[in-house]
């Protein structure tokens, strides 16, 4: 049973570029959530999303951030125009019951380098 | 706000030795409390998780203790192995799914 799926595991991307991340759940898995983790720091919750759904976006900076996860294929975290200060490593998890009480695993994660 | 505060950031044992790590929440409606052990340059990895509705769980030398009247959860590894350094995430969610972690603790576990 394979587990969380990010890729790419690296990405370089210049200012002002767009990052496309990706993300597939583990199998049965239907909620998805996104973390944030800078170099030397904790892990921030960004958004939580289940089939063609958003349901929570409170992590999200309001601006050249977008995630979905529609009803085929992984689930997307958007980055639109990168500046330096996204240089971090971004972490999907995947549950497969949602709320409070699920257990989140996570993948191998994507490190975004912008230069 | 929701607020995980975790302590101490960094804590060295010798093997063989005990190591606790201690982690407060503010929000009463956190009824699980999941720890996470992150490697360098990986993952992190889901090592033991707790419910409100018991106190202590055990998982060979890991053990986790809650005190839901206090507000407070703590991580136990005994007889500390080098394999065991690492940086060590406690969280809570807040109703709704995401999790709030604490800022984390390096553990270095020397021979």
């Known amino acids: 049973n394979a587990g969380v799926m990010q890729n790419p595991r690296h990405l370089v991307r210049r200012r002002g570029q767009e990052a496309r991340l990706r993300c597939s759940p583990m199998?049965?898995?239907?909620?998805v959530y996104w973390y944030r983790q800078l170099p030397e720091e904790g892990l921030k919750f960004m958004v939580y999303?289940?089939?063609?759904?958003?349901?929570?976006e409170s992590g999200m900076p309001k601006e050249r951030f977008s995630a979905e996860f529609p009803k085929e294929g992984p689930s997307i975290l958007r980055i639109q125009q990168v500046v330096r200060g996204d240089s971090a490593a971004y972490f999907c998890?995947?549950?497969?019951?949602?709320?409070?009480?699920?257990?989140?695993?996570f993948g191998p994660g994507t490190r975004l380098t912008v230069t | 706000g929701e607020n995980v505060e975790q302590h101490p950031s960094t804590l060295s044992v010798q093997e063989g030795d005990s190591a606790v790590i201690k982690c407060t929440y503010s929000?009463?409606?956190?009824?699980?409390f999941p720890w996470y052990k992150q490697e360098l340059g990986k993952r992190p990895q889901l090592i033991i998780d707790?419910?409100?509705?018991?106190g202590e769980k055990k998982d060979q030398r890991i053990a986790v203790t809650l005190n839901k009247t206090a507000k407070h959860f703590s991580l136990h590894i005994t007889e500390t192995q080098p394999e065991d350094s690492a940086v060590y995430f406690c969280?809570?969610?807040?109703?709704?799914?995401?999790?709030?972690f604490g800022q984390g603790t390096e553990l270095s576990v020397k021979p």
């Open positions: 999303l289940q089939k063609e759904n958003i349901i929570d």
């Open positions: 199998k049965g898995h239907s909620h």
């Open positions: 929000d009463s409606a956190s009824n699980y």
């Open positions: 707790i419910r409100s509705n018991v």
């Open positions: 998890a995947s549950s497969y019951t949602g709320g409070a009480q699920g257990e989140q695993y």
């Open positions: 969280a809570a969610p807040p109703q709704g799914g995401k999790l709030i």
